[in-house]
């Protein structure tokens, strides 16, 4: 990917706190690349110096589109992926208008930029195409599948070692449906697998599986093994399975590619069979990790604290306002206007409670309480205010509200006044 020259222009999706700085921590630099949706910055992290990629995505946009859910799923995918040939994600963050995927800045650009000036040799391609299954092999193990694997979604690190980027169009296997198969009609056309084309349902493993086929052969060849400028006769290519394999190939890489672009999705190798392949073997070393680190631990989603929940990317996201996704407190009668509150404390969520509690009974309110949900009740147990805390780091909470007839501005909130974390003027890094 080019790198396009950095202006004024550059900055459109981005809307920082003060002149080319985000949320007082990011300082946002030249424009790496743009889509429908989205744009991509370089950044550098003020406090550390570490250099990111930022995504900044319209919500207007995604939101006429469509895609909230995909954007979701892209967030959870993303949090739950910590591996060394993987795009990390460090940080979600939203404004009103936008939101933001901090990520790993991966400096040496799209394998694609590299395989088009001139193909491969075979143990380069070799290579390429161990980080890319294993990391694959890594996505699969983790009920993911990428969907849209070529090479301008793998980028290469200063190292030259190869990341697997872009999860938007990424399945997990909660969308799988009765028949064991997933349907929705995906992927780039030169490397969309042939039962994708049948519309008859398709394993997610097994098109990843094809996808990585083909960019195996385009880094050995220079080509793509299915292309015609007419799409219906490519598509005939690929549905019968129709490539030659260049003279140069070895006997070894002949047989894997006879493998992994079989049309079959059945008899197609696997990740398993594919890491037990003479050509592929060779050199080859599993790589070890930690799966989580101390950076990202907090994102991961898990019941602590006697069931307090930690918030996750996307529940940041959905307080932001202006895109509330929560759906809570549906127990309000439809009739009243719901107000709407939050506040970040530093007290535990059991603090929070029993000082709710105390200022509920002062006004005559029934408190009920479910795990972190609160519920303040009038006469004839009428619902006046909803309340939802949220562990958002060690040390803060999020606590949500939803009130009708002016009850918690009115009544409760006063009493409270304690509670609200009032961070110093310095680090007052808005998030909304």
Same mark, same amino acid.
């Given at each position: 990917?080019?790198?396009?020259?950095?202006?004024?222009? /550059?900055?459109?999706?981005?809307?920082?706190?003060?002149?080319?700085?985000?949320?007082?921590?990011?300082?946002?630099?030249?424009?790496?690349?743009?889509?429908?949706?989205?744009?991509?910055?370089?950044?550098?992290?003020?406090?550390?110096?570490?250099?990111?990629?930022?995504?900044?995505?319209?919500?207007?946009?995604?939101?006429?589109?469509?895609?909230?859910?995909?954007?979701?799923?892209e967030i959870s995918i993303m949090r739950q992926l910590h591996h060394p040939y993987i795009v990390k994600l460090f940080e979600v963050l939203a404004t009103k208008a936008k939101i933001y995927f901090v990520m790993e800045f991966v400096?040496?650009?799209?394998?694609?930029a590299k395989v088009a000036k001139c193909r491969f040799s075979e143990d380069l391609s070799r290579r390429y195409f161990q980080q890319l299954i294993t990391a694959v092999g890594y996505c699969h193990s983790h009920g993911v599948f990428?969907?849209?694997?070529?090479?301008?979604?793998?980028?290469?690190?200063?190292?030259?070692?190869?990341?697997?980027? !872009?999860?938007?169009?990424?399945?997990?296997?909660?969308?799988?449906?009765? @028949?064991?198969?997933?349907?929705?009609?995906?992927?780039?056309?030169?490397?969309?697998? =042939?039962?994708?084309?049948?519309?008859?349902?398709?394993?997610?493993?097994?098109?990843?599986?094809?996808?990585?086929?083909?960019?195996?052969?385009?880094?050995?060849?220079?080509?793509?093994?299915?292309?015609?400028?007419?799409?219906?006769?490519?598509?005939?290519?690929?549905?019968?399975?129709?490539?030659?394999?260049?003279?140069?190939?070895?006997?070894?890489?002949?047989?894997?590619?006879?493998?992994?672009?079989?049309?079959?999705?059945?008899?197609?190798?696997?990740?398993?069979?594919?890491?037990?392949?003479?050509?592929?073997?060779?050199?080859?070393?599993?790589?070890?990790?930690?799966?989580? !680190?101390?950076?990202?631990?907090?994102?991961? @989603?898990?019941?602590?604290?006697?069931?307090?929940?930690?918030?996750?990317?996307?529940?940041?996201?959905?307080?932001?306002?202006?895109? !509330?996704?929560?759906?809570?407190?549906? /127990?309000?009668?439809?009739?009243?206007?719901?107000?709407?509150?939050?506040?970040?404390?530093?007290?535990?969520?059991?603090?929070?409670?029993?000082?709710?509690?105390?200022?509920?009974?002062?006004?005559?309110?029934?408190?009920?309480?479910?795990?972190?949900?609160?519920?303040?009740?009038?006469?004839?147990?009428?619902?006046?205010?909803?309340?939802?805390?949220?562990?958002?780091?060690?040390?803060?909470?999020?606590?949500?509200?939803?009130?009708?007839?002016?009850?918690?501005?009115?009544?409760?909130? =006063?009493?409270?006044?304690?509670?609200?974390?009032?961070?110093?003027?310095?680090?007052?890094?808005?998030?909304?």
């Amino acid at each position: 990917m080019e790198e396009p020259s950095e202006s004024s222009s /550059d900055y459109g999706d981005i809307s920082p706190v003060t002149e080319h700085i985000l949320f007082e921590k990011y300082e946002i630099g030249r424009l790496l690349g743009c889509g429908a949706f989205a744009k991509v910055y370089h950044a550098r992290n003020i406090q550390t110096g570490q250099s990111v990629a930022i995504k900044a995505i319209s919500k207007q946009k995604i939101i006429k589109g469509g895609l909230m859910t995909n954007i979701k799923r892209e967030i959870s995918i993303m949090r739950q992926l910590h591996h060394p040939y993987i795009v990390k994600l460090f940080e979600v963050l939203a404004t009103k208008a936008k939101i933001y995927f901090v990520m790993e800045f991966v400096k040496g650009g799209e394998l694609f930029a590299k395989v088009a000036k001139c193909r491969f040799s075979e143990d380069l391609s070799r290579r390429y195409f161990q980080q890319l299954i294993t990391a694959v092999g890594y996505c699969h193990s983790h009920g993911v599948f990428h969907r849209d694997l070529k090479p301008e979604n793998l980028l290469l690190d200063d190292k030259g070692d190869l990341k697997v980027s !872009d999860f938007g169009l990424s399945a997990v296997t909660s969308q799988v449906q009765n @028949d064991g198969l997933l349907h929705t009609l995906c992927g780039t056309p030169a490397y969309v697998a =042939p039962e994708i084309l049948a519309k008859k349902g398709y394993n997610g493993a097994k098109i990843d599986i094809w996808s990585c086929g083909v960019i195996l052969f385009v880094l050995n060849s220079g080509y793509l093994p299915f292309n015609d400028r007419n799409l219906m006769v490519m598509y005939r290519k690929i549905y019968k399975g129709e490539f030659r394999v260049p003279k140069w190939t070895s006997p070894g890489l002949r047989h894997l590619f006879s493998r992994l672009l079989d049309t079959n999705p059945i008899t197609r190798i696997t990740v398993d069979e594919i890491i037990q392949d003479p050509w592929f073997r060779k050199g080859y070393k599993e790589v070890k990790f930690h799966e989580y !680190d101390n950076n990202l631990i907090k994102e991961v @989603d898990q019941e602590n604290n006697g069931g307090s929940k930690f918030l996750n990317a996307f529940d940041i996201i959905s307080f932001s306002s202006g895109f !509330d996704l929560s759906g809570l407190f549906k /127990d309000f009668d439809n009739s009243v206007a719901v107000e709407s509150d939050r506040f970040i404390t530093a007290e535990t969520p059991e603090n929070i409670t029993k000082k709710i509690s105390e200022a509920a009974a002062k006004e005559g309110l029934t408190m009920r309480k479910k795990d972190w949900k609160l519920m303040l009740e009038g006469q004839n147990g009428k619902l006046l205010v909803g309340i939802e805390m949220y562990q958002l780091t060690e040390k803060l909470a999020v606590v949500e509200v939803r009130s009708c007839e002016g009850v918690w501005k009115k009544k409760i909130q =006063p009493e409270l006044s304690s509670l609200i974390y009032q961070p110093e003027a310095s680090g007052s890094g808005n998030t909304n």
